[in-house]
């Protein structure tokens, strides 16, 4: 529930022609540069292109090439980065481990293993399905009823209901009738009152259910003094088998996310580091449906795959090319480029896990198998014909791309209705620059062109702040600032864009006063567009929006008469 945005202001109207905030103009998602996904999308089902014609008319100076279909990656997990224990777990007993000395042993349901010393570890096992931080599942006392939205208690108690069988359909924090049936299944099977509503009744039973399943793990050491890193490996197919079947990793709270390949306990310099050790193929199953909707391959009467191959072209080269660090090879996150793995699962013991993996973009990386981009002889890069290229896509680059080792062109793919993107605009105050960047002159804030980029149109634009002898932006004068730098500070989409002043162009003696409900928050509350644009325009102003607010009545007071009035 909402609360009043603000209460009158008094003042005499400011003067026109002050500037009072900027407009920004920008376009696309993302760094501009390479492929854009909602480009690929635009091409392939409203141009009919193939994925070849796609990744050639992204990638100028490359052409197709091809790796072994046994090459493998390894990937940084960094969810687990400092991790001094991980467990792993697998739906059939076949979980098996090793040493760098030779040490080995398997197989078996469970593994546990712990740093003792650095680069050593201890290896327990259990014949259950567990992992070692079941028992931090935790659930709230409440209460909790039908209606509570966003809540963090609630999302305890959809990962408890989904854990042990009860599943609300997500775990979303919304409390709504999914999560309501599911509550109530849980409390008819256990004797407790059938209401519908969380409380200490249901939390005391939950912690005991919790307490059970988690007491008979029994886990025992197997080995000690185990020199690393330590691999954990399995039986089971990597390739062939469901995504719940491979090797399950644990979280300190106990859920599993499932990933295909090995995984090492590595110490390192930086700290310890989790690594799976995956085949390329089997590594973009757990990147494409990440990056793009695997959707869009059902898109246009099946046109839309080849979005999904050309973006799996993209990410396998991508990801080949890139030698990140001693131990590793990529990341997982969008930094290198987003991975999943293979599947997810509440609880090492719950039933069903929930894969990561889909059947278009499976089908994707299959009708692409082993295909990446080289370089050609002639390159903007200057790489070496037939290197692996970095092939750098983003979500959206807008009309043209940036530029940079690839050929700017133009992106009549980009625009395609769907994307967000593809052109935007935001209003950024006076204030919330003066916040931001002291010093600022208002009247010579705008875009200028950097002459040292290496990129073109707008992505070569950086931001000045203040009048400056400074040649340029690359002078290192603090009058400027990267478009990158100004793009985080103001959380917009791309580095992309121009600023424009906008001015205060009426002042009158009137007042206003706005009354809104939960639309008007989103456009009157404080920092917001309108009050930002006409809040010095009259001699008295003042907005007052509540969230479910009605006309006339309803819970929510004062509602919009009692308001006026």
Known sequence: MGTTSDSMVEAAPGATNDIVGYLVEGTGNGHGRGLSQWGAYGWAVEHGWTWTQILDHYYGGTVPGSISLDSRVQVRLTDWDGASWIGVTSTSASVRWSGASGQSGGSYRSIRV????????????????????????????????????????????????????????????????QTESSLRAFQYDYSLPVDGVWDSNDADQARAVIASATSDVGWAVVASQVTGPLTVSTTVDESGSSSGEVLGLCSSSGTVTHYRGTLALVDTTGGNRVVNDVSVENYLRGVVPREVSASWGDRADGAGINALRAQAVAARSYGVAQSRYAYASTCDTSSCQVYGGAATRVTASSGAATSLEASQTDTAIRDTAGVVRVWAPENLAGRPAGGIVSTEFSASNGPRTAGGDFPSVIDTGDSVSLNPNHRWTRLISLDALRSNYAGIEPAQVTTVIDPDSRYEGVYANCVRLAASSADNCSSGSASYVTAWAFRNAFGLPSPGFTLTPVLREVAVESSLWFIGDSV?????????????????????????????????????????????A
């Open 114 to 177: 712990t740093e003792t010393s650095p680069n050593t570890f201890e290896v327990s096992s259990s014949s259950a399905a567990a992992c070692p931080g079941t028992s931090a599942l935790t659930v709230p006392d409440g209460p909790l009823s039908n209606g509570v939205r966003d809540s963090d208690d609630v999302r305890l108690v959809q990962t408890f209901l989904t854990a042990f069988g009860y599943a609300p359909g997500g775990t979303d924090g919304w409390f709504g009738n």
């Open 520 to 564: 008007g928050e989103s456009i009157a509350s404080s920092g917001q567009e309108l009050p930002m644009l006409i809040g010095e325009s009259f001699a008295e102003t003042g907005f007052d929006s509540l969230s479910s607010r009605r006309t006339q009545g309803g819970s929510v007071q004062p509602d919009g008469v009692s308001a006026a």
